[in-house]
């Protein structure tokens, strides 16, 4: 009886010392900052995925992120092309303020660098005790500039600096931070190695090695923008299945071959619908090494894409439907130019199977983060936190949206609530005729009203007036001097 009562007496302060122990395990590891994992599709149509009504293939982990989380009807991008959309993803300011504001190339490799006073959310995010990294093309400032990423934020780059080196799926470099890292399997003509593959690894291996930290990773994927290429593996799966197929004579050798001229495809159609595969095999992976790791609950991925489906290189936008019940493409500002799929996925957080129709936009992220980093907002931006649409509470509202594209003739847009302003062929005329859609009743932009709506045409003239702010670099053709 004594020798029971001793061993009860023992398990009693065993089981103490346990509690004791984890408590003060849980005092000395306080409730860590939500890690943010940021994936930005390229050229990903609004239409490209099975969920928002893709016919000719599935994106079964794609749509399972959107069932389990929040996805928003309503979202646009930065830009209608990939740097200045990077740029008002970066900075939380649309185009008409944001420094990039357009594919402007610097030689022999980068484009137009962002400024070393640039206020960006990698810069933001590290600053407040965040481990950064960027995986894939960046586009906003050529290597050791002050637009490369490592000066703008991030503690880790693995990928292409150069958009237009980027147009190749087998280059023969790529960055790591500031060593060029040559890719011999692609030497000379070689195709051995598959840049989105390498660079997926790499964005694995920064979520193991900081699992026990609070980190931001930027995932900026070059899928499925041109060239048309794909790992045979993926390519074997739709070969044949999208007859006629889409052919495009490309350049397959010379002093252009893998500097920024698309390689020749036969199978255009094959080979989209394997890019897509692909991408979205690794946003499934992105999400099972969370969830392996054990931080699924304290992580929120964001999946959107830089702008509207492109035409280059033998893609066919128009056989997959890829800007959905849309008008307009890359380099639009109609709204399948603009208009991007967007999904939200924080487990225990975001209520599941969730759609939001809250109109917002890419300069909203910078804000996001802020707000779910609990850091204090820079100034002058003109995103809005949606942090209260993904928790259920009271959203703030934009008064409106704008965006300008100083190429192809100069154009500008604005959303202001239902009502959609475009105004093209400005370069030469500031005050070209505007075009007004009414999208409730006329998503698809077929009908200009403008005519009858006289008042309306003047509120969206004065808010393209008030928010373009000239630019130095970017300049529409009527601010040029000679």
Known sequence: MKTHTNNLIL??????????????????????????????????????????GQQKFKTPNIDQLAKDGMFFTQHYSGSTVCAPSRSALMTGQHTGHTFIRGNKPIFPEGQYPLLSSAVTVSKILKSSGYVTGAFGKW?????????????????????????????????????????????????????????PEIIHQKALSFLEENKDNTFFMFYPSVIPHAEMFAPEKYMAKYRGKFLPEKNFDGV??????????????????????????????????????????????????????????????????????SNGKFKGIKRDLYEGGIRVPMIAYWPTKIKPNTTSAHVSAFWDFLPTACDIAQVELPKNIDGISFLP??????????????????????????????????????????????????????????????????????????????????????????????
């Open 389 to 482: 649409e993904l928790m259920g509470e009271k959203q703030e509202l934009h008064d409106h949206l704008y965006w300008e594209f100083y190429e192809r003739g100069g154009r500008q847009a604005v959303r202001l609530g239902n009502w959609k302003g475009i105004r093209l062929k400005m370069s030469n005329n500031s005050k070209a005729p505007l075009e007004l859609y009414d999208l409730a009743q006329d998503v698809g932009e077929q009908n200009n009203i403008a005519n009858n709506h006289p008042e309306i045409v003047a509120e969206i003239n004065a808010i393209m007036e008030k928010e373009h702010v000239t630019s130095e670099v970017f300049r529409f053709g009527f601010e040029k001097t000679n």
């Open 139 to 195: 586009g906003l400032g050529n290597p050791g500039s002050t637009g490369d990423p490592n000066n703008q934020g991030f503690d880790e780059f693995y990928g292409y600096n150069c958009q237009r080196i980027a147009h190749n799926y087998y280059p023969y470099h790529l960055w790591h931070n500031q060593t060029k890292e040559t890719l011999q399997g692609n030497s000379e003509r070689k195709t051995e190695t598959y840049a």
């Open 11 to 52: 398990t009693l302060i065993l089981l103490t010392l346990v509690a004791c122990q984890n408590q003060t395990k849980t005092q000395e590891q306080p409730n860590k900052k939500p890690n943010i994992i940021y994936i930005l599709a390229d050229d990903l149509g609004y239409g490209d995925l099975s969920f928002t």
């Open 252 to 321: 397959d050798d010379g002093e252009m071959y893998k500097m920024g001229s698309y390689g020749s495809q036969s199978e255009g159609h094959a080979a989209f619908a394997a890019m897509v595969d692909l991408l979205d095999q690794q946003v499934g992976e992105i999400r099972q090494k969370i969830e392996n790791l054990g931080i699924a609950e304290n992580t929120i991925i964001i999946f959107s894409s830089d702008n509207g489906p492109h035409q280059e290189a033998g893609a066919d936008p128009e056989y997959f439907n």
